[in-house]
């Protein structure tokens, strides 16, 4: 049986998850190319994900779920970021330019470095 603070933190942790996935699907709606489209899905996203699933490890009162649900916020985390920066790097370099309101372009600036005597 829950006690009450149990439900409380589940809740909210639920609603925290939530709310941070809304954020990032509004996010990739909204926002105008690529690369900050994967910013929004790989920060709010992960963080959403992991939120429910610490919620998912408070309220099922089994070990054997809490566990596994710990641990699969734990590789969100780990994995989320790594994949976002490497799926952004080879659009990159495969030709896909950020939109005209990205303000610095660090990969043109290294590669323009990086041609010239």
């Given amino acids: ?15 925290l998850g939530a709310t941070f996935t809304l954020l990032a699907t509004i996010g990739v709606v909204r ?3 690529l690369y900050t489209r994967m910013h929004a899905a790989s920060k709010a996203g992960a963080v ?5 699933l610490l ?6 009162q089994d070990a054997a779920i ?30 896909y330019r950020p939109c005209n309101e990205t303000t610095v372009d ?7 470095s990086s041609a010239s005597p």
Avoid: C, Q
Wanted: glycine share 12%; no cysteine.
């Fill in 1 to 15: 049986m829950l006690n009450g603070w149990e439900l409380y933190l589940g809740g909210i942790l639920l609603l």
């Fill in 31 to 33: 926002l105008p190319d």
């Fill in 48 to 52: 959403g994900g992991g939120l429910v």
């Fill in 55 to 60: 919620a998912v490890a408070v309220l099922s």
């Fill in 66 to 95: 809490a566990i596994r649900a710990i641990i699969g916020f734990l590789f969100l985390l780990l994995t989320t970021p790594v994949s976002a920066h490497l799926l952004a790097r080879a659009s990159y370099l495969t030709g």
């Fill in 106 to 112: 660090e990969l043109a600036i290294r590669k323009e």
